[in-house]
């Protein structure tokens, strides 16, 4: 998993709210920032004297108003949110140009680069908090960094500004109460009552007895609370013919003739994507100007390591705040003359896409909930799916991936275009049945003596018979062979060092794969 | 569902072997022949028309000795595709039970000593969800279709001391109803 770093200001819509105003009035006395969810009126931000007086988030304006009568309270102003938060954005661009936006108020940016540039993480954290608290002036007091494994363990550590060592997320995490899961709040109530009040007692339970009793859902904060962020659980190549971009003739120079513009971009991205079963999680915008000026910044959804995925509103409303924050900000000295969208990270739109019959989500479903209860009686790794990777015999040229974590390979299949990945592999018919570790076995030649191989990789005398207990009639003569294939591989690597070779043998009618390694031999494949 | 429907399609030429071309969902295969006769790789083909139509297929495997890479080069969506390890004898019908309710095939290794009652009582399951089951090994009650696979005729392309193996040749004898007797594949 990648080190992450994330920047949080907390109280942000506050901090924008009093920017935006930008009066003394405003500075000096506490401040709530209210919302309007449904029919509710509620707080979404306060700022520190509010809250010492017992206003929290969540909370009805009206009680927050009781408990704090000197309190201003001003409407929420997303829009005005965002184009605040350029200013951190870029100062943050300064260490990294990977930066990443979630929401106003927190930004993630991937620090293994910029960590070693800057001297660890411990210096670039302080670096970024300095930059940023200086871009900021008086709203700067209280930014903090966190460094971690995966953005979901970052997130935590940003919360105390702290960097998390590499490897030592499941520790960080497991004092967390479950209520940082965030928007799964029947969940964790449940958890609650279950007496699960922290992510370290999810993750003492055993994997499957999670998986069974919630499912898909359990999957996934099963291995959040283990610190593993699971991410999107398949990744995509994002096609690259799906770039989408218009120009603007003439120019635009106000946000909303750009917004408009993007707005028709967005929808069109999204449908294009979804017309290949795809959609977006992180998408790049970028903004030419009259100037010449490029500018581009990446959003992403707040929610994608649970599995969501932008939609055309959410991701039209992000574009428009970029715009709007770097219209206002000055940041572009013209109108604004071609815009691109660029998706970034695509994931396989699962379930959301209904079938003619209703079929695919219905029967994606039933297949999950088969394969969970499985997982259920057989335990967690008994229920796989292989991924093909790299390498050079037929067991590890497969990895076996318990259900529903992240196909990915462990092993590249190919380095480049040009480099053939490991010499030495077998080449297709690939065999059905694989027998890891080898099946001991026989391999003799005509006069009943063992076939060995010597220092060169050349055999003494060709096999004539193969007994092995996996044939029928437990082996018998040898009617065609190719080989020996010698392998000397990872020489440089005491432990995982092996000396071996290899033969393809035609033995009566069973084709099969023997290997010869350290004088002892082995059918290692049958090709059923 | 529609009658079409009712026909999981198998391409390629074992299928010009199967009745109608292809098999009736909810049916029982029961598939066998001795190691290195390609009783595997029928049932690979039966899971890739499956996954090509963008069905889920599961594998029981329980000693773990399926090959994925030849899995997917015969056409199998791996992602589609789950493989079930490590199933204990006593265990067996339960799983696959589980399996029927969920994917629209299951292949199964049959254990050893198998009760005529538990394999009876999947047929049944299978038929009622509509679900193929194939299964490799001696079956020990009647099944839809039976299919014999009788060794590969020819490995072409290997020699004494040269070569790599390159084509097979299938020879599956299929037995049932209305079926044409013998099927030769490439």
């Known amino acids: 998993m990648s080190r992450t770093g994330c920047v949080w200001c907390p109280d942000w819509p506050v901090i924008a709210a009093r920017r935006r105003a930008d009066d003394a009035d405003l500075r000096n006395r506490p401040l709530i920032v209210r919302e309007r969810v449904g029919s509710r009126d509620i707080v979404r931000a306060a700022s520190a004297e509010a809250r010492a007086a017992g206003v929290t988030r969540g909370m009805r304006r009206r009680e927050a108003e009781a408990r704090c009568p000197e309190a201003v309270c001003v409407d929420a102003d997303e829009a005005n949110e965002a184009r605040t938060f350029e200013v951190v954005a870029r100062a943050v661009e300064v260490f990294t140009p990977r930066v990443v936006l979630e929401r106003p108020g927190r930004c993630e940016f991937p620090t293994r680069g910029p960590s070693r540039y800057f001297g660890g993480d411990d210096a670039l954290a302080a670096q970024i908090r300095s930059g940023v608290a200086t871009a900021l002036g008086p709203d700067g007091a209280d930014v903090r960094i966190g460094i971690a494994d995966g953005v979901f363990v970052a997130r935590l550590a940003a919360r105390r500004s702290v960097v998390v060592p590499a490897g030592g997320s499941a520790e960080y995490v497991a004092p967390w109460p479950v209520s940082v899961l965030d928007g799964e709040d029947d969940l964790v109530s449940l958890l609650v009552r279950l007496g699960l009040p922290t992510l370290g007692d999810i993750a003492a339970l055993a994997p499957d007895a999670v998986l069974a009793r919630f499912g898909s859902v359990g999957r996934r904060i099963h291995a959040l609370s283990r610190g593993i962020d699971p991410g999107p659980s398949v990744f995509v190549a994002p096609p690259p013919d799906l770039v989408e971009s218009t120009e603007l003739d003439p120019p635009a120079e106000r946000v909303d003739i750009a917004a408009f513009a993007a707005k028709e971009l967005a929808d069109r991205l999204l449908e294009r994507l979804a017309e290949r079963g795809l959609a977006c999680t992180r998408v790049l915008v970028e903004a030419e100007t009259e100037h010449g000026e490029r500018l581009t910044r990446c959003w992403r959804h707040a929610r994608s390591e649970y599995g969501d995925a932008l939609t055309p509103g959410v991701l039209a409303e992000r574009v428009r705040w970029q715009l709007d924050a770097w219209i206002t900000t000055g940041e572009t000295t013209a109108g604004i003359t071609g815009l691109t969208l660029i998706p970034d990270e695509v994931v396989p739109v699962d379930g959301r896409q209904l079938g003619f019959w209703g079929g695919d989500q219905v029967a994606h479903q039933r297949a999950d909930r088969a394969l969970a209860r499985v997982q259920g009686m057989l335990g967690y790794d008994a229920v796989t799916t292989a991924v093909v990777q790299g390498g050079r015999t037929p067991a590890e040229q497969v990895r076996w991936v318990p259900w529903g974590e992240p196909r990915e390979p462990e092993l590249p299949l190919s380095i480049g275009p040009e480099v053939a990945a490991w010499p030495g592999a077998l080449p297709p018919p690939f065999p059905a049945r694989v027998f890891d570790p080898p099946l001991p076995a026989e391999l003799v030649d005509a006069n009943g003596d063992a076939v060995a191989v010597n220092g060169r990789g050349e055999q003494l005398r060709p096999p004539a018979y193969v007994r092995c207990r996996a044939l029928p009639a437990n082996g018998g003569a040898v009617r065609a062979w190719a080989g020996p294939w010698a392998h000397d591989v990872r020489w440089w690597d005491a432990r995982t060092h092996r000396r071996c070779a290899r033969w393809q043998v035609v033995v009566d009618d069973v084709a099969c794969i023997v290997v010869v390694e350290g004088g002892r031999a082995g059918v290692e494949a049958i090709y059923d | ?186």
Do not use: N, Y
């Open chain 2, 1 to 186: 569902m529609l009658a079409g429907a009712r026909l999981l399609a198998v391409a390629g030429p074992i299928g010009q072997f199967l009745p109608a071309g292809g098999i009736q969902r909810g049916s029982t295969v029961a598939l066998d022949g001795p190691p290195g006769a390609g009783s595997t790789t029928v049932a690979l083909l039966l899971a890739a028309a499956t996954t090509s139509v963008g069905e889920w297929a599961a594998v029981v495997d329980p000693d773990g000795t399926l090959g994925a890479r030849a899995a997917a080069e015969i056409g199998v969506a791996l992602e589609r595709c789950a493989i079930v390890r490590r199933v204990p004898p006593d265990r067996w019908p339960t799983v696959v039970g589980a399996l029927l309710d969920g994917v629209s095939l299951v292949a199964a290794a049959v254990p050893p000593g198998l009760r005529p009652g538990d394999a009876r009582r999947l047929t049944a399951r299978a038929r009622e969800r509509a679900t193929v089951l194939v299964t490799l090994g001696p079956w020990p009650v009647e099944a839809t279709l039976r299919l014999h696979a009788r060794g590969l005729k020819d490995w072409s392309g290997l020699a004494t001391g040269e070569g790599l193996l390159a084509v097979r040749e299938l020879d599956v004898r299929v037995e049932g109803k209305k079926v044409p007797a013998h099927a030769q594949a490439g």
